[in-house]
């Protein structure tokens, strides 16, 4: 199964993602996190991506479709992937639709994660992930369980990114409206398009990409 989970910034992609990699063995395919170890690399490309993403606007095309295309499909998506933030823009996703047919792959659906821009900020700004296995948290609504220690591996150190901040998620929201948001016509006419409400409890929005999924099959 091989699924687009698209939304904001904050929206709960990542979050979910990664509960389908544990249920399905679904990997999680982040565009983000492909250009946090570019920028974590020194490379080149790693230094454009950092002064690009820290001022929240959105990298260039032929660079993202460039890195998909390598990523796309890795041997270990047996299972199949869950593309998070990426496309992004109708480029990137006329550009994925024609790396899908070249490697004989099947897009199943894309599922939109709605939530109200007032909600984005506060789960960007109180998000934080585990420093060792990338598990993702919040300071209000997905704590560890047990204060300060990974649920995930026992790891006690925990990071945040540097383009979560006010200023930053005004620029990316903008960014998401303008331009991703308008390629969801082109999923639409496909009739692949699912539309989950990413306001309600994590669970309950797990229940709700499962129901989508079910379907989608
Ligand atoms: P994205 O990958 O779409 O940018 P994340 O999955 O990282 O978003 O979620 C952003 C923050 O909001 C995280 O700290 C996460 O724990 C929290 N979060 C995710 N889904 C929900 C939800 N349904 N309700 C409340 N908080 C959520
Ligand atoms: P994310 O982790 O998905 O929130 O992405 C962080 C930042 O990386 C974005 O604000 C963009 O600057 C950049 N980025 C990630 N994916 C893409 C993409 N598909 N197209 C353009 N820029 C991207």
Redo the contacts with the bound molecule.
């Keep these: 199964m091989n699924i687009i989970?698209l939304?904001?910034?904050?929206?709960?992609?990542?979050?979910?993602?990664?509960r389908l990699e544990k249920s399905h063995r679904m990997i999680q395919l982040?565009t983000?996190d492909m250009l946090r170890d570019e920028v974590k690399s020194g490379s080149e490309l790693g230094l454009q991506a950092k002064a690009i993403m820290e001022s929240g606007e959105l990298m260039p095309d032929d660079i993202m479709v460039q890195i998909v295309a390598e990523q796309l499909c890795r041997d270990e998506c047996e299972f199949g992937f869950t593309l998070?933030?990426f496309p992004r823009t109708e480029t990137q996703a006329r550009a994925l639709d024609g790396i899908m047919r070249e490697k004989g792959l099947k897009l199943h659906g894309v599922i939109e994660?709605k939530?109200d821009d007032d909600?984005l900020t506060e789960?960007?700004t109180?998000?934080?992930?585990c420093a060792k296995c990338g598990a993702?948290?919040?300071?209000?609504?997905?704590r560890p369980k047990r204060e300060g220690v990974c649920d995930e591996c026992g790891s006690t150190e925990f990071k945040r990114r540097a383009d979560d901040n006010e200023e930053t998620v005004r620029q990316r929201l903008a960014a998401y409206h303008a331009v991703t948001e308008q390629i969801l016509p082109y999923y639409r006419e496909k009739s692949i398009l699912r539309t989950v409400d990413?306001?309600?409890?994590?669970n309950?929005?797990t229940r709700q990409i499962e129901d989508a999924i079910a379907e989608l099959q």
Excluded at 198 to 202: R, V, W
């Design positions: 989970l939304g904001p910034p904050g929206a709960g992609k990542g979050t979910q993602a990664e982040s983000g998070d933030g994660m939530v909600a789960r960007i109180g998000r934080f992930s993702g948290y919040h300071d209000r609504y997905h990413g306001m309600a409890p994590i309950e929005v």
